[in-house]
């Protein structure tokens, strides 16, 4: 069989695997309406946080907290390699410091490498634990990271298999201390293009 006979079976499997997933989370999500409900509606709100790292700025939480309120932005994002040596009350007064601003944490990002070499991810899983319980002092609850929509040598399945394998672990860690993972798709076309394996798209 010629690989252009082969490719409409992947794409279907694809197809089939994007619907699947659409379908049950909109279940999740129709599920969870009580619960959300009963919560009541208005206590979730978007609010602007300062990435600073993303738009080129360098600066440690104490500057990035200087910006926040200079720019007038309620949220920054971590770091919580500053708070490995600080000790919990520490920590708890910098939080309140935070808070007496009127500025919060937004998301962290994800510091385990979980898309290249095994020894590289399980490096920043060992890592993870003593990252996610600084987060929880700092009162963060979610992680987030992205997807790439390709690999230049591993294959749509053995791509899938082993981001289950990897987030799935990452995830449990988090989660052992109450913290969320989210995940962000990027697709642009130059992406895409750059690799030979197609991923998600």
């Known amino acids: 069989m010629t690989e252009t006979q082969r490719q409409p079976s992947a ?8 619907q ?8 999740l ?4 309406v009580p619960a959300r409900a009963s919560r009541g509606a208005g206590k979730v709100r978007f609010y602007k946080n300062l990435g600073h790292g993303h ?11 200087d910006y926040a309120v200079k720019f007038g932005f309620e949220g920054i994002t971590p770091n919580p390699g500053e ?4 000790s919990a009350t520490e920590i708890r007064d910098w939080v309140e410091t935070m808070k007496s601003k009127g500025v919060r944490y937004g998301a962290a990002g994800l510091s385990v490498e979980f898309r290249r070499d095994e020894e590289s991810f399980e490096r920043g899983l060992e890592r993870l634990p003593k990252e ?10 979610r992680v987030a990271t992205w997807i790439l929509p390709g ?8 791509n899938f298999k082993q981001h289950e ?3 799935r672990e990452a995830a449990g860690v988090l989660g052992d201390q109450g913290i969320r993972l989210g995940l962000e798709f990027v697709g642009p076309r130059t992406s895409r293009a750059r690799n030979r394996f197609p991923f998600i798209c």
């Not at 999500?29 to 969870?32: E, F, Q, R, T, V």
């Open 11 to 18: 794409s279907l499997s694809r197809r089939a695997f994007l």
């Open 165 to 167: 394998r990897r987030l």
């Open 132 to 141: 996610a319980a600084i987060l929880r002092q700092l009162g963060v609850t």
């Open 151 to 158: 690999h230049g040598e591993l294959t749509y399945l053995q």
């Open 29 to 32: 999500h129709l599920a969870d």
């Open 83 to 86: 708070f490995e040596n600080r």
């Open 20 to 27: 699947s997933a659409a379908a049950a989370a909109a279940a």
């Open 55 to 65: 738009i080129g700025v360098r600066a440690n939480q104490q500057q990035a907290l």
